[in-house]
């Protein structure tokens, strides 16, 4: 089995240009042996009201208007009055319906750090270029911090995206909000940013708190918090289960300000005592929808329940199904709603993804997958879906075996395993990854061209979070499907919710 860094996999498999007689010996040779039947390992096998797109106009406005009266106060009492009273992070001026918050001259940059510390992964040594020479004026519409605006200009950030321009201003007002984008228009930026704004660095108690549903969502957003508060030396840690708790432990006990975590993990640091949660000044569910549909409800209730009735609280998603509904009431006040899809329909997709369909019987799918490989360009980043981990198993290994640089992951495989997989996949040595849906979420590498739906989702939801890991922050991406006959259920409803008009359809050229 080829490794990812096979050099025949490149020009063999990555050359559309090859000549007719080499297709039909590859064709020939797939006919005997189709890649996902090679069996892989098996021991894994398992068997309210408003709407509103918009923020503040501008700073004037919101003084003509006044400022924010449901006086939510800190409520704490700390002990520690002249670094905090300096710092300006008090709640009073909200209380008294007076007064504009104005970050750059709210706080000083504490220390000389210049860089932000995370116990997680190393921060990545490239980052994106600016488009754009005059970044940090864009951004200083929104009254950020000058620390934060670096940070934002060397991440290449720009200018804001529509989510982060309709949420930042309301959550630096220190409003609740509720946030609704499709995947991949930058929701990890969208709280980060006030969240880096809002911690006080120098402090040792943790006073930002980031639920997510996956280890691979907790790393991705603890990367991008700590690229986001490196100039003012905020400290990140993801804390996860399947890695030991040691290590999360220590960097615990040298204090970080924000904390990133699945809420099975989080509970279990508290029944330990060593998280508190009492200093909290903003908490984040992000992609609380799927927290809830993988059963993190009572987790995510004993969270937040200890937590400050006065923390500011902030709930990010793709989609808002009506059943976390209930948990907005009970834990946000007053929220400010902002839903950047369609009122109608309910879910988007980004236009910059090209949405694919192929009908194909199941026993085809085999040659169905490599004839579209084959189209694809052998420098592109692919990502391909099945249901299940043996299902993966088996598509990687017949996958390399066939000298495409593809390599599994899924749930059943070690933490170290994963880790491995996922930072090939990330860094670029590793083109092809065929993955369950715990990569659905949280995986953001922009470099990825296509993704493939080698098995259906089970709902609109999963299609839409699985297809938003191409084409991310505006690039063009490819999303391709396969019908099979027992897809056509899920099929009509993407359709339904979607819209008939993004839809491609195509044929394979052996029916």
Known sequence: TPDASDSRSGSVRGDSESSEEDSRDRRDRR????????????????????????????????????????GRGDGRDRGQDNARNDDSRNRDARSSGVGTRTPTSRRSDRGNAERGRTSDQPLPSVQPEPTNSQGTELWSDIELSKSIVESLHDMGYVQ????????????????????????????????????????DPSS?????????????????????????????????????????????????????AIVVGTPGRIKDLMNR?????????????????????????????????????????ALFSATIPGFIRGLIRRYLKDPRWIQLVSDIKG????????????????????????????????????????????????????????????????????????NRVMNAFRDGSLRMLVA???????LDIPAISHVINYDMPESVEEYVHRIGRTARMGKR???????????????????????ADKMIRKKFSFY
């Open 31 to 70: 006919r005997r042996t189709r890649p996902d039947q090679v069996v892989g390992p098996d021991s894994r096998r398992h068997g309210r009201h408003e709407n509103s797109s918009s923020a503040p106009a501008s700073r004037r406005q919101r003084d003509d208007r006044g400022r924010d009266d449901r």
């Open 436 to 442: 369950t849906n715990l990569a659905a979420r949280g």
């Open 204 to 256: 040792r108690d943790v006073e930002g708190l980031v639920l997510v549903p996956t280890r691979e969502l907790a790393q991705q957003v603890t990367r991008e918090l700590a690229l986001i508060g490196r100039k003012r030396g905020i400290g990140v840690v993801a804390v996860y289960g399947g890695e030991p708790i040691a290590r999360q432990i220590k960097a615990l006990e040298q204090g970080m």
């Open 160 to 199: 804001p995206s529509d989510i982060q321009e309709a949420s930042i201003p309301w959550m630096l007002e220190g409003r609740d909000v509720v946030a609704q984008a499709v995947t991949g228009s930058g929701k990890t930026a969208a709280f980060g940013i006030p969240m880096c704004e809002s911690v």
């Open 477 to 499: 991406g490819t999303a391709i499907s396969f019908i099979g006959e027992w897809d056509y259920d899920v099929h009509d409803q993407i359709v339904a919710k979607i819209g």
């Open 347 to 418: 879910l988007e997709t980004v236009d910059e993804v090209d949405q694919i369909f192929y009908d194909v019987a199941g026993q085809d799918k085999a040659d169905g997958i490599m004839e579209v490989l084959d189209n694809v360009a052998s420098d592109s980043q692919v990502l391909i879906f099945r249901k299940m981990q043996v299902g993966v198993d088996r598509l990687s290994a017949g996958l390399a075996g066939e000298g495409f640089p593809a390599k599994g992951i899924h749930g059943g495989m070690s933490q170290s395993e994963r």
């Open 273 to 313: 005592r060593i998280l508190e949660l009492g200093y909290v000044r903003m908490a984040v569910l992000d992609e609380a929808d799927e927290m809830l549909d993988i059963g993190f409800a009572d987790d995510m209730e004993f969270i937040l329940k200890r937590t400050p009735d006065s923390r500011q609280t």
